[in-house]
């Protein structure tokens, strides 16, 4: 699925009649996060009317954080491709997880080092503790792994993780690159070709309604 496909399938909405309350969320990336894993749902729920707040540890709002494009070309694994600048919005060292509604983990290769930044581990264990929407896509669940929070859990991710999943103590969900997984507060999905899909379960959590 192309970028031009999930953009006609986002785009589809705004011709229907929204309603919701408007969610305030956090999105917490890095450096060399995958491009369409920030930049399609950073822009796509603020299309939507809800405020979304991109940060990174050891950067503040107005810097940004380099992306890379992971594609699937019929190799054994993805391929990677640099991605585009991906500016912040906001403060990481102000953020309080407290002040947000639901929170977004992006996938690529951020999720290995900002997993050993404890606030980011306190971030992610107040919205599992207080059962707020979770969305994470890709290797972004290697972040909810390192907060100890997807023992007892099911959820999905890039295939390549299975292993930590089980290990935490958690059962990993085999579905298409293009589903994603929905459980109580937690949606999760294998890569960015389920963005269609990853994104309504996101948003009917978030309690937006999109009606003809």
Known sequence: MTLNVIVNNLMYYIGKRIKMS???????VGDFVEDYEAMVPFQ???MVGHIVHAVCPGKKEGDIVRTAIHDFEGDQTY???????????????????????????PGGRAPEYIRLNEKVIDCVRHF??????????????????AAGVVKGR?????????????TAGGKYVKIGMENAYAEGNMVTAPAWPAHPEWLQKYLKMLGTRIEP
């Open 79 to 105: 391929s990677e491709k640099p991605g585009h600048n991906f500016v912040l919005n906001a403060n990481f060292d102000r953020i309080k997880a407290e002040d947000y509604d639901a929170l977004v983990i």
């Open 128 to 145: 599992a503790d207080k059962n707020k929407p979770i969305a994470a896509i890709c290797h972004g669940i290697q972040v909810l792994i």
């Open 44 to 46: 796509a729920l603020k």
């Open 22 to 28: 408007v969610k305030k969320i956090l999105m917490i």
């Open 154 to 166: 099911s959820c999905s991710a890039y295939p390549a993780v299975e292993p930590d999943i089980v």
